[in-house]
């Protein structure tokens, strides 16, 4: 029955069985002086083949990554024991040559290449850190490392096994101590720097604790003196909150007062001209009244009296005035029958008439001086009538 095989990613497929051509299957001679005819197997990497059941065998071989661990105690050139743990990270080649070689030794068990890897790679270490000091190996792990790698490679080659990487996870002295004695300088000049790192770095955090307590304890400060002036607002919030109501009741009590106060003002206004209107002006108008009576009461007495007293000079005034022309005239007839002497002609005679009218004017001044006004203006009528009716001589 026929068969198609296909190999994984990470493997070789191997054909063996019947007689294999020349060339065929991509063979190659993989050491010196071996014919392509030799191989007894044909390698198939990255595609299937048809495989005749019976007449063909097929096997696989791994290409993935495989790991040696070496621990080893190795004596360097100062004679110091040395315990070193490496680790190698190989392969089978990914060539046609390394394939069939590493097939030819490891197909039938394939874990013999982790143990043939560590034991070929142990030599060459030992090889290897016998021809170094300890200080040098402490030093110069890569350098190691190159070395024991190049060393193998011409070995691991012939295996059809490549080595990917070697690292040197750890050298010990097997507690004789050289190793920390060579660490002891450096190590004390570590710790001491790394104790005056720690001092400033301590130093530093003291002071930074100290500033953030500083600015904790002002931070403190700050939020109670903030706390306390919002209390003092709540309190006074509080206070005129609980005044509030006893203030606004004083208020209205007082504006209650007010317009009571208001209201007696207006109150007291109105009776006030209430007495005023029914007592003080009734009294002043009734005083008022007693003054005009009592002042013309006065007057009309003044009047009375006066009129009495005045009457009997009226009188007289009257029989005086109503006499006078004619005691002028009786004058004046008298001295046309009279022997005189006037020495001036007519004017001396003018002047005689003249002078007695004047003598009886002046009678009648000294009688009328003590007169009141009106009868001083009828005797000035007298008078005007008496030098208007003066007869012309």
Not at 26 to 55: C, K, N, Y
Not at 146 to 156: F, G, I, P, T, Y
Not at 236 to 260: D, I, S, W, Y
Request: with cysteine; charged share 20%.
């Amino acid at each position: 029955m026929l068969g198609y095989h296909v190999p994984a990613p990470n493997e070789a497929m191997l054909i063996s069985g019947g007689k294999q051509k020349a060339g065929g299957g991509g063979q190659r001679v993989i050491e010196s002086g071996m014919s392509p005819d030799a191989l007894p197997f044909r390698i198939v990497t990255g595609h299937g083949a048809w495989v005749l059941p019976v007449l063909r065998k097929v096997s696989f071989l791994t290409l993935a990554m495989r790991e040696a661990i070496v621990t080893d105690d190795c004596v360097t050139q100062q004679g110091i024991t040395l315990s070193v743990k490496a680790v190698i990270a190989f392969k089978v080649g990914s060539d046609q040559g390394s394939i069939a070689a590493a097939a030819q030794r490891f197909l039938e068990d394939q874990d013999q290449m982790d143990e043939l890897t560590g034991q070929i790679f142990a030599g060459h270490l030992r090889s290897i850190v016998g021809s170094m000091t300890v200080e040098s190996i402490i030093r110069e792990r890569q350098t190691l490392a190159e070395n024991v790698l190049d060393a193998s490679k011409v070995e691991m080659g012939h295996l059809g096994l490549t080595v990917d990487s070697l690292q040197i996870q750890s050298i010990d002295d097997k507690g004789s101590g050289y190793i920390a004695a060579l660490a002891a300088p450096h190590l004390a000049t570590v710790n001491q720097a790394a104790n005056i790192a720690q001092a400033a770095a301590d130093q530093a955090s003291a002071m930074a604790q100290q500033e953030s307590d500083r600015n904790q304890a002002e931070y403190a400060r700050q939020t109670a003196i903030k706390r306390a002036e919002y209390q003092a607002e709540i309190d006074q919030a509080q206070a005129r909150q609980a005044a509030a109501g006893p203030l606004a009741e004083a208020q209205a009590q007082q504006a209650v007062l007010a317009e009571q106060s208001l209201v007696a003002a207006k109150n007291a206004e109105l009776r006030e001209a209430e007495l005023i209107a029914e007592v003080v002006k009734p009294a002043q108008a009734e005083a008022e009244r007693i003054r005009t009576l009592a002042k013309a009461q006065a007057e009309a007495t003044k009047l009375s009296a006066q009129a009495a007293a005045a009457e009997g000079r009226i009188a007289l005034d009257q029989l005086v005035i109503s006499q006078l022309p004619e005691m002028l005239r009786a004058a004046a007839e008298g001295l046309q029958g009279a022997n005189l002497t006037v020495l001036n002609g007519a004017d001396g005679l003018n002047g005689t008439v003249a002078s007695l009218a004047g003598q009886g004017l002046a009678i009648l001044r000294t009688i009328t001086d003590s007169l009141p006004g009106e009868r001083a203006e009828q005797v000035e009528q007298v008078e005007q009538v008496l030098y208007e009716e003066e007869p012309a001589q």
